[in-house]
Structure formats: C-alpha cells, structure tokens
C-alpha cells in the first residue's frame, strides 16, 4: 500500500531525512517514532503529498505522493489541527466531504457513523465551544469522509484525558479491521505498542531500527529478573562481577540481574547468608526503554557535507515545501482533483 525508496529531504544544508527505505502493508497499523527533531513530521508530510521530496520514491496507494489523485485515497490527521470554530461538526465535516465530491447522503451516512463511533455527543454545537477531545475527534471524522484506503495519523490522541485516549485508540485498532492501511506516529511508546503491527524508530532524520515491537525489543532490549529474598544475599565475586544491586523493599531484598544463571548466582549468596528466595519476577523491556537506549546512540552528522547529497536550494526548513502545495496543484483538471488536494491542505 505505500513503499517508500531512498527518501531524503534536505533543507539548505540540512537533512531532515536521510536515505529512508521503508513499506506498509493492506490493513497494517504502521508506527513511526523517534525523539523531536528525528524527521517523523516531514516524513508524514510526504506520505500526505504536502511536502516534496528532495530524492526518492514515495508511492502511496498505488499514486506518487505528489499525485493530487493520491489525495482521494489518504486521510490525513497532523498534530496541530485547528477546526473552523464557527460550524458545528455536521457542517465541518459535510464541508469537507463537498471538497472531496462525496454525495450528501453518502456523506451523511458516513459522518453519523464516524461520529457515532467516537461516541460525540453535541454535534451541532459550535467547534470553538467544545472541548479539545471532542475537537480531536471531529478532525478523526474529517479524515474518514472520503473513506481512504490510507490513514496518515500524527499524534491523534496527544493531550487527551485517558477515557478519550482509549477511544481513540480503540478506534484506530478497529480502522485496522475494516482493511484500513493506518500510519501512526505519536510520543506515547505506550500508545505505540498498543496500536502498531510494525514500527520504525527514527533518530537524526535516519530509521535506527525496524520490526515487530516483539522484534525491536528481542533485538535491542535484554530481559531482566528480579529476585526477591527474606535476607540480604552476601556479597560473593560472582554478583561482583555482575553488577547485581540489592534493594530493601518492605520485609524482603530484592536483587536485579540480566540472567537465569545470575539468579542461580543470588540463590547460591543467600543460602550462604542463612536465607532463601521467596519470589522471582521478569521484566520484559519496554518500547520505550529500547526507544531510549537507541536514540542515545551516536549518530553521523545531518547536513550535506557530511552526507555527501545535494541541497535542493531551501534556506531554512519550512520554506521552499512546507506550504502543503506540491507543484501543479493549481492546473488541476476537471476530475476533482483541485478539490481533493484542497482538502487535504485544509486539514494544515
């Protein structure tokens, strides 16, 4: 559904995406994270024909990205969406739904449903007296109107109240169901792990690792046990050696360490020190413990004298293709595709 080929995006002498190589399945739930700066923005821009690469191939639902035709496959969600405060939500999102020629019980059906999901109550109060979870939502339903194959989601649940949150999760797991391709980007790894089938952590513009969350932290994460004793094991050179620490905790010690031969370790100290082991516990690593052990790693530099690529004459970012108009927007035929390409620029 989309493949992504050497994208690279540079602005003046500043890359703010290096090389990137990566592809989404039909009805994949694909995450993309890294810290601020790391190039996710920009590369969601791409996949949503807002900004033009520097080099590469970005074909989304069978289009170049900078095909305005795309436009009628892709809904987009980016972080910051302010709504027309003046409409209600019916109104909005039934404008939105003009802009993309989708007939008006077509739309209606389709707005009632969305709405209906996300469980959003006054839908014909003003956008600018509602709350922000609401407004969230609405913008969800506006990317929804034209019934996309392709879903382009950058933090959809950012600054929620956790009720909202799980909805909006839950939803985008159920968009998965219904054959939808969803790429999702947001700061919560928790959110990341809850929703993602595949992920790709980005850092300094470049994909640092790939895979199942299950792989990515198989791969760059270790498992670590936690032994739980009723005494203090005594220090032997074996626990020495590992960097085992010992806690109090209440009426036990608890002692971490990275193996099943480490724990054997720990049994064999206590047992020394007059004692034994009450409980052994594992912990799996988390995402974003992986996420920040890797995104802690050095990396090569990010402009073009060190990556040996060519400017495309940008002064600063932002400037020469974040305006969200990919050239020959404005000689769009007669098929719609104006419309189409408006529409997603609206959601800017």
């Known amino acids: 559904m989309i493949e992504v080929s050497g994208l690279r995006k540079t602005y003046g002498d500043f890359a703010a995406v290096v090389d990137s190589d990566f592809a989404v399945e039909d009805g994949e739930v694909f995450g993309i994270v890294g810290p601020n700066g790391a190039g996710k923005t920009t590369t969601l821009k791409v996949l949503a024909g807002l900004v033009e690469p520097t080099d590469g191939e970005v074909t989304v639902a069978g289009f170049d990205a900078s095909d305005p035709e795309m436009r009628r496959h892709l809904g987009f969600l980016p972080e910051e969406s302010p709504l027309y405060e003046e409409m209600t939500a019916r109104s909005y999102l039934r404008f939105f739904a003009d802009l993309y020629d989708v007939p008006r019980e077509v739309a209606d059906e389709r707005i009632e449903a969305a709405l209906d999901r996300l469980e959003l109550d006054h839908r014909e109060r003003r956008l600018g007296d509602v709350s922000k979870g609401m407004k969230r939502k609405v913008a969800i339903a506006r990317s929804l109107v034209n019934d996309p194959d392709v879903l382009v989601y950058d933090e959809p649940a950012s600054g929620l109240d956790p009720v909202t949150t799980n909805s909006v999760l839950a939803f985008t797991r159920e968009l998965r169901e219904t054959g939808k391709t969803v790429v999702f980007s947001a700061h919560n790894l928790y959110h990341v792990e809850s929703v993602c089938d595949r992920v790709v952590v980005m850092n300094e513009g470049r994909i640092v690792a790939r895979g199942s969350v299950d792989g990515i932290r198989e791969r760059h994460g270790e498992t670590t046990y936690r032994v739980f004793t009723d005494v203090a094991p005594a220090r032997t050179d074996r626990l020495t050696e590992l960097d085992a620490t010992t806690e109090e905790v209440g009426d036990r010690f608890r002692t971490a360490v990275p193996s099943m031969d480490a724990v054997a370790a720990v049994r064999e100290a206590v047992a020394d020190a007059g004692g034994e082991v009450v409980d052994i516990r594992s912990r799996e690593p988390s995402l974003e413990d992986v ?56 959601t800017e």
């Open 291 to 346: 996420f920040l052990d890797i995104v802690g790693r050095p990396m090569p530099g990010r402009y073009t004298g060190d990556l040996g690529g060519e400017s495309d004459g940008a002064d600063e970012p932002g400037e020469s293709d974040e305006s969200g108009t990919p050239e020959g927007d404005e000689e769009a035929g007669e098929n719609g595709e104006t419309k189409a390409a408006t529409a997603t620029e609206a």
